[in-house]
């Protein structure tokens, strides 16, 4: 079946750095990718959308200069999360799509960041 | 436009108790619908999805929904509940021109007592 993994799986970083998640389909091509951030006991929002080889789209109120995504091939999508502040702290959770656009979206395992 | 309503943020059942849990749609095109479970710290795991076809979808773990276009339903359901369905369940839904974005539900957490 199709995997997705995603890295770190938890990450602790000080005010005001920057952090990477990356997030690999390992056994298909992801045409697309998506972002999502979770706050605790709360429900999935979008972030962006990801797609191989052009910008990613932003949903409306999340900061792109923030949240930088690069999707440079099709199994490789990266989150950067720039000069992070503790506001930033969440779970942040990826899924892609294959390329035959299958509803079968597939999601990795997520990533605790935490910003002290 | 798509949003979803899952009524209910906590319900509880007893171990071999039926287990009902309640998602409600709103789409301005067919919709694709979808039903998650998510352990702590963990992703997102699909157990289940409507697409076209039979409106009774069957997932993995004993889970079934069933798509009632009238009422703009997806309840998902299990006959009988085990103390590892404990999680919390996300009913999604895709549709539209943006092919690929999931709106979520606000998310249920089953309880389920010995």
């Known amino acids: 079946g199709a995997v997705v993994s995603q890295h770190p799986s938890r990450v602790i970083c000080k005010s005001g750095t920057s952090v990477k998640i990356e997030c690999r389909s390992l056994d298909f091509q992801a045409t697309t990718m998506f972002w999502y951030r979770q706050f605790p006991k709360q429900s999935l929002m979008l972030m962006a959308t990801?797609?191989?080889?052009?910008?990613?789209?932003?949903e409306q109120g999340v900061e792109k200069d923030k949240f930088l995504i690069n999707h440079a091939s099709l199994t490789l999508s990266t989150l950067t999360v720039t000069s992070a502040h503790p506001e930033d702290s969440s779970f942040y959770i990826c899924?892609?799509?294959?390329?035959?656009?299958?509803?079968?979206?597939?999601f990795g395992s997520g990533t605790r960041l935490t910003v002290v | 436009a798509q949003s979803v309503t899952q009524l209910g943020s906590h319900v509880s059942v007893s171990e071999g108790a039926l287990v009902l849990l309640r998602c409600n749609y709103s789409?301005?095109?067919?919709?694709?619908l979808f039903w998650y479970v998510q352990y702590p710290n963990q992703g997102l795991q699909l157990l289940l999805k409507y697409t076209t076809g039979a409106t009774l979808v069957k997932g993995i773990n004993g889970f079934e929904a069933e798509f009632k276009k009238s009422e703009t339903s997806f309840h998902l359901t299990k006959p009988s509940a085990h103390m590892s369905d404990a999680a919390e369940y996300f009913c999604a839904v895709a549709g539209g021109t943006s092919y690929g974005k999931l709106t979520f539900g606000q998310g249920t957490i089953l309880t389920v007592h010995p």
């Open positions: 899924s892609a799509g294959d390329i035959r656009g299958s509803y079968g979206y597939t």
């Open positions: 990801s797609n191989e080889g052009s910008k990613a789209t932003y």
């Open positions: 789409s301005s095109v067919p919709p694709y």
